[in-house]
C-alpha cells in the first residue's frame, strides 16, 4: 500500500528565505507526482504536476523535482512571501490501486513579514 | 474556462433534509472525482466517474448518491446524514482517467450537518 510522507507537518519562515517542502514515498510504481497548495477551507489550486518521466518542473518561484527511485520529491520556493502561507500537499498517482492517488498529510507554511 | 465551480459554497442541513451539491466544468476533461476532507486532513477519495459513467465508489454510505447527468455536471446527492459527514466537499476533474493527468479541484462545499 503507498504511503505518502511529508516533512516537516509545519514551518515557519522569515519573509525573502528560500525553502524546500519535502514529500517521500513508498512504492516507486507512479504515473505522476502534483503539488498543490490549499488555504484554509479552501480547495486545492495545483501548483505543478511532474510526470513520471521528469524529474523537474518549474513555475514562477517554484520549482519542484521528482526522484523516483528513491521515493521522493521536493518542492523548492525560492524568496517566499507572506502570500505563500497555506499547506502544501502532493498527491502520488499510482499503478496499482485503480490509478488512484494517495495524499500526504500536508506541510503548513507560514511566512511572516 | 480552467475552472471547476462547485455550488454551493456553505450548506448547513438537518439530519432529515435531502440536499445536493453541484459541480460543472467546462474543460471538456471526462473524468470527475468526489473528495471528502476533513479538518486538518488530506482528501479522501469517494467517488471518481468517467465518461458519465461511475467507474470507482470507495465503500461511501448509500445516503451519499453521486450523479453525472452529462459531461460537465456532476451532482452528489444528500439525505439522511450524520453529523460526522461535516466536511468540506471537493468535486475535480481530469482530462481522462488515463493516470498521466492532473487534477483540477473546486473550491469545495463546506457542509454541517447538525
Known amino acids: 500500500k503507498q504511503e505518502v510522507t511529508q516533512i516537516p507537518a509545519a514551518l515557519s519562515v522569515p519573509e525573502g528565505e528560500n525553502l524546500v517542502l519535502n514529500c517521500s514515498f513508498t512504492?516507486?510504481?507512479?504515473?505522476?507526482l502534483q503539488w498543490f497548495r490549499q488555504d484554509p477551507g479552501k480547495g486545492l489550486t495545483s501548483l505543478l504536476l511532474i510526470q513520471s518521466s521528469q524529474r523537474e518542473q518549474t513555475s514562477g518561484r517554484l520549482n519542484a523535482s521528482l526522484d523516483k527511485s528513491s521515493g521522493r520529491s521536493t518542492l523548492y520556493i525560492a524568496a517566499s512571501q507572506p502570500g505563500d502561507s497555506a499547506t502544501y500537499l502532493c498527491a502520488v498517482r499510482q499503478y496499482t490501486n485503480a490509478g488512484k492517488s494517495t495524499f500526504g498529510d500536508g506541510t503548513t507554511l507560514t511566512v511572516k513579514p | 474556462d480552467t475552472e471547476v465551480t462547485q455550488t454551493p459554497k456553505h450548506l448547513v442541513m438537518g439530519m432529515t433534509n435531502k440536499k445536493s451539491l453541484k459541480c460543472e466544468q467546462h474543460m471538456g476533461h471526462r473524468a470527475m472525482y468526489w473528495y471528502k476532507q476533513k479538518a486538518k486532513k488530506p482528501p479522501e477519495l469517494m467517488f471518481v466517474?468517467?465518461?458519465?459513467?461511475?467507474?470507482i465508489n470507495e465503500s461511501v454510505p448509500s445516503r451519499f448518491s453521486p450523479e453525472c447527468p452529462n459531461s460537465s455536471l456532476l451532482n452528489l446527492h444528500l439525505h439522511a446524514l450524520q453529523p460526522e459527514d461535516s466536511a468540506l466537499y471537493l468535486c475535480?476533474?481530469?482530462?481522462?482517467?488515463?493516470?498521466?493527468?492532473?487534477?483540477?479541484f473546486g473550491s469545495g462545499t463546506r457542509l454541517t450537518v447538525v
Open positions: 466517474y468517467s465518461y458519465e459513467k461511475l467507474s
Open positions: 475535480a476533474s481530469s482530462q481522462d482517467l488515463p493516470q498521466s493527468y492532473g487534477y483540477t
Open positions: 512504492d516507486s510504481a507512479i504515473y505522476n
